[in-house]
Each structure stands twice: as C-alpha cells, then as structure tokens.
C-alpha cells in the first residue's frame, strides 16, 4: 500500500519515521506492507532520508494511481482543505491531525469520501496519541452520549499546574512553558482557548451526530486566572483545569471551553503538566476516561499511523461515522445550571452572600480579599446578579 504525507513539519516527520521505525508491526497488523512514496513540502531536507521521496508538486501525487492513502498533516485551512477535497475526490483515504480543519469541514469530508469509496480519518485532530475519536465512533457507539468534559489542551495544563504547585505567576508559567517547546512563540490560540475550542467542536459534533460549529460555543481562556486565583482555589480545596464541557439533554446540545474549579473527587483533578484527561459519560457505560499525552511529535504521529493502517485494512469500505453536516439543535446560551467562584473585596462579601448563597469559602492570598462559591443558578442568574457587584475574578465550578 503506497501512501504520501502532505507536510514535513514536527507531525509529518512523526509520521515519517513511524511508518519506517514500525515497518514489520504495521504490516502485520495492515495486512499489507505499508510505503511512503511521496513526501509534500515546499522546503528541501539535504541530507535527510525523506530527501528520496520528496516532492514539491502535489498534483504528483494526486495523479499518482499508486497512492491509495494521504496523510495531511500540514494545519490550517489552506491549502490543506483544497487539498483534501481533490485527494478524496479521487477515491484516496485521507488520515489528518489538522484539528482547525475538521472543525470546519469534518461533516461535508466525510459525506465526500463515503461518495468516493474512501474514508476520512481524524483520530489525531483531538488528544494527541489518546483514542478518543475511535472510541467514541466504535467502542461507545451502544451508548448515548450524554456528557463530555476534559482537558484537551496541554499548554494550559502545563501553565495552570506549574501556577498551583510551585506558585509561579502566569506570564513566568508561560514563558517557562514556551522554553520548554510546550507553547508557540504566539501562544495566543492555547491561552485564548481557540485550539481547545476546535476540539470541543469536533467531539460534541460527534456526541450530536450533527454539526456544532466553533461560534457555537462560548469561549474563555486562562489569561485571567491570577495566582490569587489558584491560592484560593487550593483553600477551597480544588486546581483550576481549563476545560471543555459538553451536554446533551433533551436532544438539546450545549458546549463551552473555559477554566472551572475542579475538585479531588473528579478524576480530571489528577491531570496534571501537559497531559489531557478526557471523561466521556454515557448512559450505559458511565464514566469512562482518556488519559495520556495529548500532543508532541510521536504521540500524535502514533494515532495518525493508527488510522493510516485502519485505512489500508479497511480500503474501498467507507467507514460508518455518524456526522451530519446538519446543525445540531443547539441550547439556549445562559441556561445552564452549576455554581460559581467568586473572588471580591472584603467589604463587599456581606452584599454577596446575599445575592448570590455561600456554599463554601476560603480567604483570598491577598488581604482584604475573600472567594466563595455559590449556590447553584443558571448562567443567566448568576450574571444578573454579579453585575451588581464588583467581582475581581468569577470563575465555574465543576460538578
């Protein structure tokens, strides 16, 4: 089975050299001997072993009958989408980590390769090296899924838990975090939430079975969480986790990214650096989570391997992946129901508890400060009431 990788960056030379490190194994379990016959770049490598199969035309390999499998692993939307298109069009399999890409485009994809005899494979789009697509599509396809909730992104991981554990400030975590190639040198999509957004997309679009776009869901990042913040969290006896939170009730479908106050009963508590925890709940099963290295070369270069050798196994025998490109019936923004943390000036606690009900409470690192956590409201309730106040940081708790 001859195959080409678009892309010669950290994922696409993780393919590489797992397809050539893995040889024997990959064989044996694709059923066929698995090649790299092209590789795609712009740039050249001398004296580089992809040197052999590199070529800066992607119509070579388009045009080549050979090439049954492709993996993109370039990012971003173009040329990757074009690409794909004209790959899949052609009846060639498609393997991709380009989570941004699948967010957008993961539905019409795959309707595009059910019509080509080909598939669309996405595994490493979310989690890195953990199976968390596969897992939902096959091993928990008996269950309904009723929630999602995880730490997806490492980067902010990393950053919350060296702010907990060994108290830095966040722009010293960051920075650490940038030396150690854990975060960008624009770190903006991390911080900001973006990438975690693109794959709370992808899964609740999966939960659903229907199309749940990024502007669907509300987004917050990390870069408001101050150390006062984690003091007090650890007071409460809780870690600030940025996560991704995804419902269905009703066939209703709600999705948010943004930081929640965990607690050491939820399994996600002991995620910790750069690991992603995912806990998928479902009505038969229950809980069930993910656990493992979210991103990196290898780990995510393993799971696009995975389904390069489920592409060679199952060729011609389009998957069944239950996404339709029809919208997923969203709920109303604001009505979700949980509590809340809350972080305010001393002489405005007695005013607070009021309005809002205490149910726990810790004094703040700085004096003259106090954080407590609410009675349980919807969203709505809970910020009609905290604009009366002068909240110094308001963060959700995870129930």
Not at 186 to 194: C, F, L, M, T, V
Not at 376 to 398: G, P, Q, T
Request: net charge negative; aromatic share 6%; proline share 3%.
């Amino acid at each position: 089975m001859k195959i080409a990788i678009l892309g010669f960056g950290t994922v696409g030379s993780g393919v590489f050299d797992v397809i050539n490190m893995n040889s024997e194994i990959i064989a044996k379990r694709a059923g066929k001997p698995i090649e790299v016959k092209y590789v795609l770049d712009l740039r050249d490598f001398p004296g580089n072993p992809v040197e052999k199969v590199l070529v800066h035309d992607v119509n070579i390999i388009l045009d080549d009958p050979e090439v049954k499998i492709i993996a993109e692993v370039m990012g971003g939307m173009e040329p990757a989408f074009e690409f794909t298109k004209k790959a899949l069009s052609r009846g060639k399999s498609v393997c991709t980590s380009n989570k941004e890409l699948v967010a957008a485009h993961g539905a019409e994809l795959i309707e595009l390769a059910a019509k080509n005899n080909c598939d669309y494979y996405f595994e490493a789009s979310v989690g890195g090296g953990i199976p968390i697509i596969r897992s939902l599509c096959d091993s928990l396809v008996g269950d309904d899924i009723l929630e999602i909730k995880g730490i997806v992104n490492g980067t902010t991981n990393y950053i919350l838990t060296r702010m907990g554990e060994d108290g830095l400030d966040f722009n010293v975590a960051l920075k650490e975090a940038q030396d150690n190639g854990y975060a960008e040198r624009n770190p903006a999509a991390d911080i900001d939430g973006i990438d975690a957004q693109r794959k709370a997309a992808i899964l609740a679009s999966l939960a659903a079975g229907a199309q749940v776009d990024c502007d669907d869901i509300p987004t917050e990042g990390i870069t408001k969480v101050t150390a006062e913040d984690i003091a007090a969290a650890k007071g409460l006896g809780a870690k600030i986790k940025l996560l991704v939170n995804i419902r269905r009730d009703d066939e209703k479908v709600s999705a948010m990214v943004a930081p929640f106050l965990v607690f050491e009963n939820c399994q996600l508590y002991h995620v910790n650096n750069v690991f992603n925890g995912i806990l998928v709940t479902g009505n038969a099963t229950g809980d069930v989570l993910f656990y493992g290295k979210g991103a990196g070369k290898l780990p995510t270069a393993g799971a696009v391997a995975g389904d390069i050798i489920e592409a060679a196994k199952y060729y011609g025998l389009p998957s069944d992946t239950i996404w339709s490109r029809e919208k997923a019936n969203m709920a109303k923004q604001g009505s979700s129901v949980g509590r809340f943390y809350v972080r305010l000036n001393e002489n405005e606690a007695m005013e607070a508890r009021k309005l809002l009900g205490v149910t726990a409470e810790s004094a703040s690192s700085k004096s003259g400060e106090v954080a407590f956590i609410t009675e349980a409201m919807s969203e709505d309730d809970f910020n009609s009431k905290i604009a009366k106040l002068n909240a110094l940081s308001k963060i959700r708790v995870y129930d």
